[in-house]
Protein backbone atom coordinates (compact mmCIF):
# COMPACT_ATOMS: atom_id res chain seq x y z
CA UNK A 1 0.00 0.00 0.00
CA UNK A 2 0.88 3.31 0.25
CA UNK A 3 3.63 4.80 2.33
CA UNK A 4 5.58 7.84 3.35
CA UNK A 5 9.40 6.98 4.76
CA UNK A 6 10.95 10.10 6.83
CA UNK A 7 14.34 10.63 7.95
CA UNK A 8 16.28 11.39 10.27
CA UNK A 9 14.05 9.81 13.09
CA UNK A 10 15.87 12.02 15.31
CA UNK A 11 18.01 15.36 15.17
CA UNK A 12 19.89 17.48 17.44
CA UNK A 13 21.33 20.84 16.35
CA UNK A 14 22.14 24.01 18.33
CA UNK A 15 20.39 26.98 18.52
CA UNK A 16 20.98 28.71 15.42
CA UNK A 17 21.55 26.37 13.08
CA UNK A 18 19.84 24.42 9.86
CA UNK A 19 17.71 21.48 9.99
CA UNK A 20 16.68 19.50 7.32
CA UNK A 21 13.97 16.86 7.49
CA UNK A 22 13.33 14.37 4.22
CA UNK A 23 10.11 12.56 3.05
CA UNK A 24 9.91 10.02 0.36
CA UNK A 25 6.30 8.91 -0.69
CA UNK A 26 4.75 6.42 -2.81
CA UNK A 27 1.77 7.00 -4.29
CA UNK A 28 2.02 8.96 -7.68
CA UNK A 29 -1.80 10.41 -7.62
CA UNK A 30 -0.80 12.30 -4.14
CA UNK A 31 -0.80 16.11 -4.89
CA UNK A 32 -0.63 17.67 -1.44
CA UNK A 33 2.14 17.28 1.35
CA UNK A 34 1.75 19.27 4.65
CA UNK A 35 4.04 19.22 7.80
CA UNK A 36 3.11 18.89 11.39
CA UNK A 37 4.63 20.21 14.74
CA UNK A 38 3.75 18.23 17.75
CA UNK A 39 4.41 19.14 21.22
CA UNK A 40 3.97 16.88 24.32
CA UNK A 41 0.36 16.60 25.05
CA UNK A 42 -0.89 18.66 22.00
CA UNK A 43 -2.16 17.36 18.78
CA UNK A 44 -0.31 18.24 15.47
CA UNK A 45 -0.44 21.96 14.31
CA UNK A 46 0.14 22.43 10.38
CA UNK A 47 3.01 24.24 9.83
CA UNK A 48 3.35 24.67 5.95
CA UNK A 49 2.38 22.86 2.89
CA UNK A 50 2.93 22.50 -0.84
CA UNK A 51 0.90 21.40 -3.82
CA UNK A 52 2.51 19.55 -6.71
CA UNK A 53 2.29 22.28 -8.70
CA UNK A 54 4.79 24.57 -6.94
CA UNK A 55 8.44 23.43 -6.13
CA UNK A 56 9.34 25.36 -3.27
CA UNK A 57 7.41 27.41 -0.77
CA UNK A 58 8.82 29.57 2.07
CA UNK A 59 6.71 31.47 5.19
CA UNK A 60 9.72 33.14 7.48
CA UNK A 61 12.05 30.60 8.50
CA UNK A 62 10.51 27.45 7.38
CA UNK A 63 10.42 26.57 3.72
CA UNK A 64 9.29 22.87 2.04
CA UNK A 65 10.90 21.83 -1.15
CA UNK A 66 8.85 19.00 -3.59
CA UNK A 67 10.44 16.85 -6.23
CA UNK A 68 7.30 14.70 -7.53
CA UNK A 69 9.28 13.10 -10.40
CA UNK A 70 11.77 12.12 -7.36
CA UNK A 71 8.75 11.43 -5.07
CA UNK A 72 10.88 13.47 -2.60
CA UNK A 73 9.57 16.11 -0.17
CA UNK A 74 11.91 18.07 2.54
CA UNK A 75 11.28 20.42 5.53
CA UNK A 76 14.12 23.18 5.95
CA UNK A 77 14.31 25.21 9.33
CA UNK A 78 16.84 28.09 9.60
CA UNK A 79 18.18 29.64 12.26
CA UNK A 80 16.69 27.03 15.18
CA UNK A 81 15.44 27.97 18.30
CA UNK A 82 14.76 26.21 21.54
CA UNK A 83 11.22 26.77 20.70
CA UNK A 84 11.33 24.52 17.26
CA UNK A 85 11.89 21.42 19.99
CA UNK A 86 9.12 19.20 18.96
CA UNK A 87 8.17 16.48 16.98
CA UNK A 88 7.75 17.00 13.08
CA UNK A 89 5.53 14.86 10.76
CA UNK A 90 5.74 14.80 7.38
CA UNK A 91 2.24 13.85 5.16
CA UNK A 92 0.97 12.89 2.08
CA UNK A 93 -3.06 13.33 0.71
CA UNK A 94 -3.71 9.61 -0.62
CA UNK A 95 -4.82 10.88 -4.01
CA UNK A 96 -8.18 12.84 -3.49
CA UNK A 97 -9.37 10.45 -0.60
CA UNK A 98 -9.55 12.60 1.90
CA UNK A 99 -7.09 11.51 4.12
CA UNK A 100 -3.57 11.61 4.82
CA UNK A 101 -0.68 8.72 4.96
CA UNK A 102 1.88 9.89 7.86
CA UNK A 103 5.46 9.80 7.98
CA UNK A 104 7.14 8.14 11.48
CA UNK A 105 8.11 11.68 12.71
CA UNK A 106 11.41 13.18 13.64
CA UNK A 107 12.17 14.40 17.51
CA UNK A 108 13.77 17.71 16.92
CA UNK A 109 16.02 19.27 19.62
CA UNK A 110 17.72 22.68 19.31
CA UNK A 111 20.00 22.83 22.19
CA UNK A 112 20.94 26.56 23.35
CA UNK B 1 -12.21 31.22 14.01
CA UNK B 2 -12.60 28.32 16.36
CA UNK B 3 -10.42 25.23 15.61
CA UNK B 4 -11.19 21.36 16.09
CA UNK B 5 -12.59 20.67 19.27
CA UNK B 6 -12.36 17.26 21.11
CA UNK B 7 -13.79 15.85 23.90
CA UNK B 8 -13.52 14.22 26.20
CA UNK B 9 -9.37 14.96 26.70
CA UNK B 10 -8.55 12.01 28.56
CA UNK B 11 -10.51 8.53 29.41
CA UNK B 12 -10.02 5.54 31.16
CA UNK B 13 -11.86 2.54 29.98
CA UNK B 14 -11.92 -1.53 31.19
CA UNK B 15 -11.11 -4.47 28.86
CA UNK B 16 -14.23 -5.06 26.93
CA UNK B 17 -16.43 -2.10 27.87
CA UNK B 18 -17.00 0.42 24.55
CA UNK B 19 -16.57 4.39 24.49
CA UNK B 20 -17.99 7.25 22.40
CA UNK B 21 -15.76 9.94 21.50
CA UNK B 22 -16.73 13.34 20.06
CA UNK B 23 -14.85 15.71 17.71
CA UNK B 24 -17.05 18.98 16.42
CA UNK B 25 -14.66 20.52 13.00
CA UNK B 26 -14.04 24.23 12.29
CA UNK B 27 -17.51 25.96 11.13
CA UNK B 28 -17.97 25.43 7.45
CA UNK B 29 -15.56 22.63 7.12
CA UNK B 30 -17.65 18.94 6.26
CA UNK B 31 -15.12 16.76 5.88
CA UNK B 32 -14.14 15.22 9.24
CA UNK B 33 -11.38 12.34 9.36
CA UNK B 34 -9.91 10.59 12.62
CA UNK B 35 -6.85 9.11 13.22
CA UNK B 36 -5.17 7.20 15.75
CA UNK B 37 -1.76 8.01 17.43
CA UNK B 38 0.64 5.31 19.22
CA UNK B 39 4.46 5.01 19.92
CA UNK B 40 4.99 2.18 17.69
CA UNK B 41 2.47 2.71 14.75
CA UNK B 42 2.03 6.54 14.62
CA UNK B 43 -0.45 7.74 12.97
CA UNK B 44 -2.57 5.64 11.53
CA UNK B 45 -5.66 6.49 9.54
CA UNK B 46 -9.17 5.77 10.35
CA UNK B 47 -11.90 6.85 8.64
CA UNK B 48 -13.13 10.47 6.68
CA UNK B 49 -16.84 11.26 6.94
CA UNK B 50 -18.01 13.96 4.03
CA UNK B 51 -21.67 15.69 4.46
CA UNK B 52 -22.86 12.67 6.73
CA UNK B 53 -21.24 9.92 4.37
CA UNK B 54 -18.16 7.62 5.18
CA UNK B 55 -15.83 7.86 1.95
CA UNK B 56 -12.63 6.16 3.20
CA UNK B 57 -12.05 3.76 5.86
CA UNK B 58 -8.67 2.57 6.79
CA UNK B 59 -7.51 -0.85 7.77
CA UNK B 60 -9.00 -1.64 11.17
CA UNK B 61 -11.05 -4.06 12.63
CA UNK B 62 -15.15 -3.52 13.10
CA UNK B 63 -14.49 -2.80 16.41
CA UNK B 64 -14.08 0.75 14.90
CA UNK B 65 -16.84 2.54 13.71
CA UNK B 66 -18.17 6.22 12.86
CA UNK B 67 -20.65 8.52 12.28
CA UNK B 68 -21.20 12.06 10.81
CA UNK B 69 -24.18 14.23 11.61
CA UNK B 70 -26.19 16.85 9.83
CA UNK B 71 -24.30 19.76 11.64
CA UNK B 72 -20.74 18.17 10.72
CA UNK B 73 -20.13 17.20 14.06
CA UNK B 74 -18.62 13.36 14.11
CA UNK B 75 -18.18 10.70 16.65
CA UNK B 76 -16.12 7.51 16.54
CA UNK B 77 -16.97 4.17 18.14
CA UNK B 78 -14.94 1.31 19.76
CA UNK B 79 -16.75 -1.11 21.06
CA UNK B 80 -14.97 -4.20 22.84
CA UNK B 81 -12.40 -2.13 23.79
CA UNK B 82 -8.72 -4.09 24.04
CA UNK B 83 -5.50 -2.86 26.23
CA UNK B 84 -3.73 -2.59 22.37
CA UNK B 85 -6.66 0.41 22.08
CA UNK B 86 -4.92 2.41 24.25
CA UNK B 87 -4.14 5.73 22.10
CA UNK B 88 -4.82 9.61 21.18
CA UNK B 89 -7.61 9.67 18.88
CA UNK B 90 -7.32 12.82 16.62
CA UNK B 91 -10.04 13.94 14.36
CA UNK B 92 -9.12 16.28 11.82
CA UNK B 93 -11.49 18.88 9.80
CA UNK B 94 -10.46 19.58 6.83
CA UNK B 95 -11.64 21.63 3.31
CA UNK B 96 -9.51 22.38 -0.48
CA UNK B 97 -8.34 25.88 1.14
CA UNK B 98 -7.24 25.14 4.71
CA UNK B 99 -6.04 21.89 4.35
CA UNK B 100 -6.16 19.48 7.61
CA UNK B 101 -6.67 21.08 10.87
CA UNK B 102 -6.50 18.53 14.10
CA UNK B 103 -7.74 18.84 17.76
CA UNK B 104 -6.06 18.13 20.79
CA UNK B 105 -6.71 14.30 20.58
CA UNK B 106 -8.87 12.13 23.38
CA UNK B 107 -6.26 10.17 25.42
CA UNK B 108 -7.96 6.68 25.76
CA UNK B 109 -6.51 4.35 28.26
CA UNK B 110 -7.65 1.14 28.23
CA UNK B 111 -7.20 -0.86 31.67
Known amino acids: GENVEQHPSTLSVQEGDSAVIKCTYS??????FPWYKQELGKGPQLIID?????GEKKDQRIAVTLNKTAKHFSLHITETQPEDSAVYFC???????????FGKGTKLSVKP | KAGVTQTPRYLIKTRGQQVTLSCSPI?????VSWYQQTPGQGLQFLFEYFSETQRNKGNFPGRFSGRQFSNSRSEMNVSTLELGDSALYLC??????????FGSGTRLTVV
Open chain 1, 91 to 101: AAERGSQGNLI
Open chain 1, 27 to 32: DSASNY
Open chain 2, 92 to 101: ASSSAEYGYT
Open chain 2, 27 to 31: SGHRS
Open chain 1, 50 to 54: IRSNV
